[in-house]
């Protein structure tokens, strides 16, 4: 199977051939580090974990990287605000940002760059497009000129007039045109300053990007990635100092994610889907929502749709995220069950059990689960359509889960079946990993309240069973009730009653 990528840049799906055979490199823009990390921080950092995975999964060597902005207007303005220093509310915020992406697993970027550390770099990009007539210094300032690159727009698809929308002009800069920006700018008095050639200044916010990418990806690579909203103007403004300064093709696949959106209760009761943005008010923080509701569910709820998708975050979708990441939990659970022994991080899945299987009246069960990881997989080269894969996998839970049935595993258990439903489960745990799911990643506890929950569960358990033999069936409905209304279910089961928090 050959992958195929949505590419911004052609507007289509193109097939993947990665610039150096066998290697990727991708480029996220990361956050500027001014505001405590919210769920939107967090889409592209799980989306390009996976895509990492599965091009590992293929055999590709990836390297990736991630810019932390922590030189910006935003940082001087909430610092000024808090009276402290930008230095400071950048370390602080960039090390919840980092703790943040611990907790939901991702543990595979290789470079966080930060742009105050990479001041020689940029400033030798701005050198040379100067150089080469692409950018011009006026009063402490540098500006690319925008009429020097043809191709300027070729990302964003935007016309004149709509490049021109939104800019503005700056009083006393000497910038020549609306549309072109700020390479390097003056500083101002109590603003973090560097020396350059052009006098104390700080980088423009587009130019830090193009200098870091460059520094560990080299001039042309394959995978830059971010949020809708960075398309322009910032992707479009590195598109064109990068290849203006290098004069060599910048990124041959343009990836960009959809945004976040909350669910907002009108009047009358209709519910309307804004952006998630701080100037609405309307942020989930990351850190509460994962560790209220777990790195799988924030990382389940993200995958479930398409990453070019807007992110709903709503009653009903996180809902259904919940409902569908528990399919997975009660089979895994299931199986422990039966075979008394959890499911392996990564093990032997149904394409070393099909051999046996195939030759017996089981084939067919065989023939279904390799069927579907085909899906998976099939889903996935389609621009990582971790929706569909994940569809695929719930096929498959419902496979095995009928294969379980259909044999009635739980009340006569054989060996030669029993090794054939762990096969199947094995198979979507798995895929799973590939998606970073199932990770079984929580917040570490400590013994004693890890094992109370347990105790507590096993005394009601008893208590209801008590009931039921003493025929005081109100009682014995009463405290399923009452755990179900604390989202606890009790699952009657010829082996006892198993418990599990929905």
Not at 17 to 28: A, D, H, R, T
Not at 57 to 64: A, H, I, L, Q, S
Not at 86 to 93: G, P, S, Y
Not at 288 to 307: K, M, N
Request: hydrophobic share 40%; net charge negative; glycine share 8%.
């Amino acid at each position: 199977m050959s992958l195929r990528v949505y590419n911004t840049l052609s507007k289509q799906k193109e097939l993947f051939e990665s610039v150096k055979p066998g290697q990727v490199g991708i480029y996220l823009c990361g956050p500027t580090v001014y505001k405590p990390p919210h769920m939107g921080h967090m889409v592209g950092p799980v989306i390009f974990d996976t895509v990492k995975r599965y091009l590992q999964y293929k055999g590709f060597t990836v390297r990736w990287v991630v810019n932390i902005t922590d030189v910006d207007d935003k940082l001087i303005r909430e610092a000024e605000e808090r009276k402290t220093t930008v230095a400071a509310i950048a370390e602080q915020c960039t090390r919840d940002y980092l703790e943040c992406l611990s907790l939901l697993g991702i543990e595979s970027i290789d470079h966080f760059p930060k742009a105050s550390e990479h001041i020689n770099e940029i400033i030798a990009m701005i050198q040379e497009l100067i150089a080469r007539s692409h950018a011009y210094a006026s009063e402490g300032n540098v500006w690319f000129d925008v009429t020097t690159d043809a191709d300027y727009g070729k990302l964003s698809h935007r016309t004149a007039d709509e490049q021109e929308s939104g800019t503005r002009d700056l009083e006393g800069s000497g910038k020549r045109s609306r549309l072109d920006f700020a390479l390097w700018k003056a500083a101002k008095p109590g603003e973090p300053a560097w020396e350059s050639p052009w006098g104390q200044g700080r980088p423009g916010w587009h130019i830090e990007c193009s200098a870091m990418s460059t520094k560990y990806l080299g001039e042309s690579f394959d995978i830059h990635g971010g949020g809708l909203d960075l398309l322009f103007p910032h992707h479009e403004n590195e598109l064109a100092q990068s290849e203006c300064a290098t004069g060599h093709p910048f990124v041959k696949y343009w990836m960009h994610n959809g945004l976040t959106r909350i669910a907002t209760k009108l009047p009358g009761g209709q519910v309307k889907m804004e952006k998630q943005s701080k100037s609405l008010g309307n942020v989930i923080d990351a850190r509460e929502l994962i560790t209220t509701r777990g790195a799988d569910f924030v990382r389940y709820l993200l995958l479930s749709s398409h990453y070019r998708s807007p992110i709903d975050f709503g009653e009903e979708v996180m809902a259904s995220a919940k409902k569908g990441l528990a399919t997975f939990q009660r089979l895994f659970d299931r199986v422990h069950r039966l075979t008394g022994k959890a499911l392996a991080d990564k093990g032997d899945d149904m394409d070393r059990a099909a051999g046996a299987l195939l030759e017996r009246e089981h084939a067919g069960y065989a023939r279904a689960i390799l069927a579907l990881k085909m899906k998976f997989l099939e889903m996935m080269d389609d621009d990582f359509n971790t929706a569909g894969a994940i569809a695929a996998l719930h096929e498959m839970a419902g496979e095995v889960n009928a294969f379980i049935e259909k044999n009635a595993l739980e009340q006569k258990k054989q060996d030669e079946l029993l090794l054939a439903t762990v096969a199947g489960a094995q198979t979507i745990k798995n895929l799973g990993n590939v998606l970073g799911l199932f990770s079984g990643k929580t917040l570490p506890t400590t013994g004693q309240q890890d094992a109370l929950p347990g105790q507590l569960m096993e005394l009601l358990i008893r208590l209801r069973q008590e009931a039921r033999e003493s025929k005081n069936f109100a009682l014995a409905d009463s405290i399923r009730k009452g755990l179900a209304a604390i989202n606890i279910t009790l699952e009657d089961r010829p082996g006892g009653t198993e418990w599990r928090r929905e």
